[in-house]
């Protein structure tokens, strides 16, 4: 979807409605999403592994909620 020619800002977008899907979130800043878009769109990240390096903290995931407890009697 992102190439030199193609959609960057849809590229971007989709990446964070599937990261949003997954419970995970884009936490870059614009510098940081506008060189990771185009590092794919300039073809200087070509593997999945690459891509996924250039993700590793720009991505949070909630912590899952903690368990409900029971009221307790008193």
Excluded: C, W
């Excluded at 849809?10 to 990771?36: C, P, S, V």
């Amino acid at each position: 979807m992102v190439g030199n020619h193609g959609n960057k800002r849809l590229g971007l977008a989709g990446l964070i409605a599937f990261l949003g899907m997954n419970g995970a979130r884009l936490t870059a800043g614009n510098d940081e999403a506008y060189h990771l878009i185009m590092s794919v769109a300039e073809e200087r990240v070509t593997t999945v592994e690459q891509f996924t390096d250039r993700l590793d903290g720009l991505v949070t995931t909630p912590s899952p909620p903690a368990p409900l407890t029971p009221p307790r009697d008193s």
